[in-house]
Nanobody, 121 residues
Framework: QVQLVESGGGLVQPGGSLRLSCAVS????????MGWHRQAPGKQRELVAG???????NYADSVKGRFTISRDNAQNTVYLQMNSLKPEDTAVYYC???????????????WGQGTQVTVSS
């Protein structure tokens, strides 16, 4: 089985910082891509940031220059460093990965349980 465990969410004041972590475990051959999405109350889930096995990254326009996605391949962990946080960043943040399970030819998509980020004074 494959499991994603998220951590690092919480309450922070505007202008503050948080770092989210997502650890992936299980019988995994390769991780091809990892990313973060978020969903605010009454809004659709949206892409925040993503990274590929080759090291390329992409970001939503609303977070460019403030958020940084990174990964630790040895630990199968992806991070989202969030700086200069704004109230509009308040949402539940979800980790997701695209991976190949050991012994299987297919690529599969997995999602974490979500972690709450609240930016408020």
């Amino acid at each position: 089985q494959v499991q994603l465990v998220e951590s690092g969410g919480g309450l922070v004041q505007p202008g503050g910082s948080l770092r989210l972590s997502c650890a992936v475990s299980g019988s995994i051959s390769s991780i091809f891509a990892m990313g973060w999405h978020r969903q605010a109350p009454g809004k659709q889930r949206e892409l925040v940031a993503g990274t590929t096995s080759g090291g390329s990254t992409n970001y939503a326009d609303s977070v460019k220059g403030r958020f940084t996605i990174s990964r630790d391949n040895a630990q199968n962990t992806v991070y989202l460093q969030m700086n200069s946080l704004k109230p509009e960043d308040t949402a539940v943040y979800y980790c997701n990965v695209l991976l190949q399970r050991r012994g299987y030819p297919s690529l599969d998509d997995y999602w974490g349980q979500g972690t709450q980020v609240t930016v408020s004074s």
